[in-house]
């Protein structure tokens, strides 16, 4: 590798530890990575190492192994999570974590059979994340790796450079000081935020081409910025890109149809043309070009996957929306256009933990709806209509 | 990959699971590999699966991780063993066993502080494994995987076909039915374990250029072929390739000096030109061109790790042998040429369970003694001296 490219990973990586988890001295640092993002994942290690890292924990992920597990594997292998990688998540409290995406092959699992690949869940695991989620106690970020075949899904050629100039860009690192620069970009995000709690909005409605949806939103509902912080003071960015503001809607409210307007990557495929219908909160059709039996059955896992739990605000000004592209993946793409989520709502974007209408689920999938052509207004509960969004510039004033 | 390249890869799977770990019906099958090995880790994963595997668990470990851990970690990071590590290693009990070896990199670890290589040992599972060893309780087998970079280091070019070639001829491979090839060769090796046991030697002495050394038996020493046997009945081969017959000494009687005849990768580097002194069975004297600290270090581990846990006989009809090759690989330098460990016995070579003379210790190294040139002669307890090899032919006849 060139000496210049070094650099840059050395410097995304530290970036990453520094900001996006925010490791602090004597952590552990568990690092959930795959084996086509080995230099990231070593990277991440000396970064973490230079930190203070009492410890760091790297598990490679292979979906291949996933991939022959559906193929040949018994029924009941679907849905196991063995016992050791239970015990190891349960380890991340109180510690950092740090996972690497980019999915090298987002159409690896397109010749299984989608009800088996839906079935193919850990479940306990995801479980005991949205646990540590709801504790507050583990501070996290997720981090893209550029790969060839990510390069060559995005470009139709395996431009492995252009990726990582694209990913530099919408990170920041291209500035002089990155860490000032997310600094001021995340003060932004809070900015908005503040605005949009402060209209104390009992609705959002989107419209747009094939689009005309109005989804409730609780009394307890908070927009939020993409800042977290544990319950022993460590502020951490979750996402690296991020771009967006955030809430809870209520589930039991959401009616009319929401047209996608991105690629979805999802169970190891790609959902395209997606097309949702909406009653009193509940997704009640799935019309999709490609893909819809996978969403179909995401859908069916438990009694919250087909309720909304999550709208996010992105605006044009996105780094991530500024290059043009169609990551084919949710970092980066969720980023770049306005999304909403099916399944579990996020904690900290309600004033009370738990309540009517916040919904529960084990699945949370985010789909974009975000367009130059998407109209996103605020319904105020004194009958107001306050526009948020117009041709994917931001309307409030800051 | 070409498609004969693939079908060798599959049918060298088929047999490091239906030969090497012999995979029951029902066992998860815990695969330890490394990102270098993937391709080898998803095809032992398929053919476990398609044994009637339960469950395959792939486990990558990463080389550079752990380089990263010794160079900038703190103190406390070096012996540490992960909870979840012990679970998983103690889940193995029962089940099915395969770890993919073949150093990519032998000299990996050469740049770092040779005391700090030393300590980096999670000393916790070392013990789970010898447990699990002496309990018989899991049927294991390490295949190497031939990668370009260890072809580099055997050929000074990267030409992994070649290496492909060599190991594929060391694993019988080449053979028609190479199963029923190995049934053959294991065969013959216990008939020479047969052999030496019908001898009830008092002692072997070894002599060569740089070498004499007699090292004493125990009454209860036996020797073995590479075949062993589950408490639960399921009988595998440890090593593909082997070809050795092997015995424990007794570690309180090995007087002289003995010279390595191959280089030994240990701890990350590689030990050259190795001559060892012993008196009443302990290493006094360590000498070498390269690498002399490294053994010195490993020495200091416990109470047994210097004095000796293995003799093994290996002859030069060995397939290995027969390459012509030095490795740079314990798995398959060790089946090319006669060979002694330092540290713990191996259970199963012993009549009686444990018991004076018997070697304990957490650590276990082969180095390799044998040659042309060197002599191997039994010595029986009623004064009668047996040439067991002379000129790298086997002596008794079958």
């Not at 925010?22 to 990277?43: C, K």
């Not at 540590?132 to 501070?139: A, F, I, P, R, T």
């Not at 908070?222 to 771009?243: H, K, Q, Y």
């Given at each position: 590798m060139a000496a210049a490219a070094d650099r840059r990973l050395e410097r995304y990586a530290e970036l990453a530890v520094r900001v996006g988890a925010?490791?602090?001295?004597?952590?552990?640092?568990?690092?959930?990575?795959?084996?086509?993002?080995?230099?990231?994942?070593?990277?991440l290690t000396r970064a973490a190492y230079a930190a203070g890292a009492a410890y760091v924990d790297v598990l490679y992920r292979d979906p291949h192994i996933r991939h022959a597990m559906v193929?040949?594997?018994?029924?009941?292998?679907?849905?196991?999570?063995?016992?050791?990688?239970?015990?190891?998540?349960?380890?991340?409290?109180?510690?950092?974590?740090?996972?690497?995406?980019?999915?090298?092959?987002?159409?690896?699992?397109?010749?299984?059979?989608p009800e088996r690949v839906g079935r193919a869940r850990m479940t306990e695991l995801a479980e005991i994340a949205l646990g540590?989620?709801?504790?507050?106690?583990?501070?996290w970020t997720a981090v893209a790796c550029p790969t060839a075949q990510w390069a060559e899904?995005?470009?139709?050629?395996?431009?492995?450079?252009?990726?990582?100039?694209?990913?530099?860009?919408?990170?920041?690192?291209?500035?002089?000081?990155?860490?000032?620069?997310?600094?001021?970009?995340?003060?932004?995000?809070k900015g908005r935020a503040e605005q949009l709690n402060a209209l104390h909005l009992d609705a959002v409605r989107?419209?747009?081409?094939?689009?005309?949806?109005?989804?409730?939103?609780?009394?307890?509902?908070?927009?939020?910025?993409?800042?977290?912080?544990?319950?022993?003071?460590?502020?951490?960015?979750?996402?690296?890109?991020?771009?967006?503001?955030?809430?809870?809607?209520?589930?039991?409210?959401?009616?009319?149809?929401?047209?996608?307007?991105?690629?979805?990557?999802?169970?190891?495929?790609?959902?395209?043309?997606?097309?949702?219908?909406?009653?009193?909160?509940?997704?009640?059709?799935?019309?999709?070009?490609r893909g819809a039996d996978l969403v179909r059955t995401q859908l069916e896992t438990d009694e919250g996957s087909a309720r909304l739990g999550e709208l996010a605000l992105v605006d044009g000004t996105s780094r991530v929306?500024?290059?043009?592209?169609?990551?084919?993946?949710?970092?980066?793409?969720e980023n770049a256009a306005c999304h909403i989520a099916w399944g579990a709502a996020i904690p900290g974007t309600v004033r009370d933990r738990e309540g009517d209408g916040v919904n529960v689920s084990s699945v949370h999938t985010d789909f974009m709806v975000g367009s130059d052509e998407l109209e996103v207004d605020g319904l105020a509960a004194d009958g107001r209509t306050v526009p948020l969004l117009r041709r994917n510039a931001w309307q409030l004033e800051s």
């Open positions: 925010n490791v602090a001295e004597g952590q552990t640092v568990f690092i959930s990575s795959e084996p086509a993002h080995l230099l990231l994942a070593r990277a193929e040949y594997g018994p029924d009941a292998a679907l849905a196991y999570t063995p016992e050791w990688l239970k015990v190891r998540a349960r380890e991340g409290a109180g510690n950092a974590n740090i996972a690497t995406v980019g999915d090298a092959e987002p159409t690896l699992f397109a010749d299984l059979d540590q989620l709801g504790e507050h106690s583990v501070n899904q995005i470009f139709g050629e395996p431009d492995l450079e252009r990726l990582w100039d694209a990913v530099a860009f919408a990170v920041r690192l291209d500035e002089a000081d990155p860490v000032a620069a997310w600094r001021g970009h995340i003060r932004e995000l989107y419209r747009g081409p094939g689009t005309d949806l109005t989804v409730g939103l609780l009394e307890c509902s908070l927009w939020r910025a993409p800042e977290d912080e544990t319950v022993s003071g460590i502020t951490f960015v979750p996402n690296m890109p991020t771009e967006e503001v955030f809430t809870t809607p209520d589930c039991r409210r959401a009616d009319g149809v929401v047209a996608s307007t991105r690629p979805l990557a999802l169970l190891g495929d790609v959902v395209e043309g997606l097309t949702l219908t909406l009653q009193a909160g509940l997704i009640v059709d799935v019309k999709a070009t929306g500024e290059t043009g592209l169609t990551f084919w993946n949710t970092l980066f793409d």
